[in-house]
């Protein structure tokens, strides 16, 4: 089984600040099945990236993902109070069909 | 707009039996795979199984910890999604999302609580 490893566990920024949140897997991945969410309290998760690099719809372009292979990123550009949230990603595997969550990573306020 | 509302959930003994349901709309459900995903509190997200569509086979999948207990399946004509869960066990305590499944899980319900407890 794939194991999604996400860090920091906690990353505490300012707002306009630049995100970079890492999701590590243990073994190689699909890029066309990487996710990530962003979940705020008391609110179901909501898709930001599919594809690894890929953005849902309505998500703002601040949003980005990138990586490939084991090694993925989220990166938040500019930092909005909205933003301040838990992060998560998820991959996908065939073999067999099962759906993995990274842990998470909290973005607060500094 | 895709609206998915979850609803069933409660209060339940350990070895009890719940079944929730996940109303759809906004979307060709018959179309759609839908997966089912929990939260314990204070935890993160686990998968719990997911349904294909009846044009890719209608078949299940479930994650280790439910596989036995749980079973997914739905009712394209009411345009719902349902998670019977068995022998619940005190650790199947949890926030449970209904979501479509796409190369992601692109649109979540707002989810149902299920407490095991005695």
């Known amino acids: 089984e794939i194991v999604l490893t996400q860090s920091p566990g906690t990353l505490s920024l300012s707002p306009g600040e630049r995100a970079t949140l890492s999701c590590r897997a243990s073994?190689?991945?699909?890029?066309?099945?990487l996710a990530w969410y962003q979940q705020k309290p008391g609110q179901a998760p909501r898709l930001l990236i599919y594809?690894?690099?890929s953005r849902a719809t309505g998500i703002p372009d601040r949003f980005s993902g990138s990586g490939s292979g084991t090694d993925f990123t989220l990166t938040i550009s500019r930092l909005e109070p909205e933003d301040f949230a838990v992060y998560y990603c998820?991959?996908?595997?065939?073999?067999?069909?099962?759906?993995?969550f990274g842990q998470g990573t909290k973005l607060e306020i500094k | 707009e895709v609206e998915l509302v979850e609803s069933g959930g409660g209060l339940v003994k350990p070895g009890g039996s719940l079944r929730l349901s996940c109303a759809a709309s906004?979307?060709?459900?018959?179309?759609?795979?839908m997966i089912w995903v929990r939260q314990a509190p204070g935890k993160g997200l686990e998968w719990v199984g997911r349904?294909?569509?009846?044009?890719?086979?209608?078949?299940?999948d479930y994650a280790a910890p439910v596989k036995g207990r749980f079973t997914i399946s739905r009712d394209d004509s009411k345009t719902t999604l349902y998670l019977q869960m068995n022998s619940l066990k005190t650790e199947d305590t949890a926030v449970y999302y209904c979501?479509?499944?796409?190369?992601?899980?692109?649109?979540w319900g707002q989810g149902t609580l299920v407490t095991v407890s005695s």
């Open positions: 979501a479509t499944l796409g190369y992601a899980m692109d649109y």
């Open positions: 906004g979307f060709t459900f018959s179309n759609a795979w």
């Open positions: 349904i294909k569509s009846k044009a890719d086979g209608g078949t299940t």
């Open positions: 073994q190689s991945v699909s890029s066309t099945y």
């Open positions: 594809g690894a690099s």
């Open positions: 998820q991959q996908y595997g065939f073999s067999p069909p099962g759906y993995t």
